[in-house]
């Protein structure tokens, strides 16, 4: 069985400080890890995906994660954080494209910009 | 190009009473997932269908049943509501192919009361 664990319920940066987000997983076979964001009153929507090849995962806004598998850890960075930035973030786990048993979702991290 | 749209937004039920959300895919995806996100949580699968048949199903009782049309979209059932399904219910649809990531709606909020 897949699970993810996201470290931090809520973590607050300044506007223009690094962000760091943690996510491990465990998962029995080579997965595929997505970071999700969700706005207020929203549905999610997808930063970045790492699937087979490049560990470094680049994404939309800025962001960027690294998959690590001897750390079975997949962190989102963002070198300067946005007021905009503000919203809850989700990591997820596959372990197969395609989904037939769905993405496994971590708690969430609710990310607090203060300016 | 249409995006996820999920019918109702919002909805409030009594305990033991059914309910029916609706989804409409994404043009031209031709799978739908479905989830629920309790408060404070991740999102949690509920199931998934592909060419109107259920292939992949999480950890849900029988009571939550779905649909899917041959034009797409998606209905979600619940019945003998219990207080415990209050929550936000995503829609998700995605190409059957590698690398189609999940295009989500914004949901439909479902209070029991």
């Known amino acids: 069985a897949q699970s993810v664990t996201q470290l931090g319920s809520h973590v607050s940066v300044s506007e223009g400080a690094l962000v760091l987000l943690r996510c491990n997983y465990s998962?029995?076979?080579?997965?595929?890890l997505f970071w999700y964001v969700q706005y207020p009153n929203q549905g999610l929507q997808l930063l970045l995906k790492?699937?087979?090849?490049?560990?470094l995962v680049k994404g939309i806004n800025g962001f960027e994660a690294e998959f690590k598998k001897s750390e079975t850890s997949f962190h989102l960075t963002k070198p300067s954080a946005h007021m905009s930035d503000a919203a809850e973030y989700f990591c997820a786990v596959s372990d197969r494209w395609g989904g037939a048993d769905g993405l496994t979702f971590g708690k969430g991290t609710h990310l607090i910009i203060q300016p | 190009e249409t995006g996820v749209t999920q019918s109702p937004t919002h909805l409030i039920k009594t305990r033991g009473q059914q309910v029916t959300l609706r989804c409409s895919s994404q043009s031209g995806h031709n799978t739908v997932s479905w989830y629920q996100q309790a408060l404070g949580q991740g999102p949690q699968f509920i199931f998934q269908y592909y060419r109107e048949e259920e292939n992949g199903r999480g950890n849900f009782p029988p009571r939550f049943s779905g649909l899917q049309f041959p034009n797409y979209s998606s209905e979600l059932n619940v019945n003998a509501l219990e207080l415990d399904d209050s929550a936000l219910y995503l829609c998700?649809?995605?190409?059957?192919?590698?690398?189609?990531?999940?295009?989500f709606g914004n949901g439909t909020r479902l209070t029991v009361t």
């Open positions: 790492y699937t087979t090849g490049a560990t």
């Open positions: 998962s029995s076979v080579p997965p595929y």
């Open positions: 998700a649809s995605s190409l059957r192919r590698e690398n189609s990531p999940l295009h």
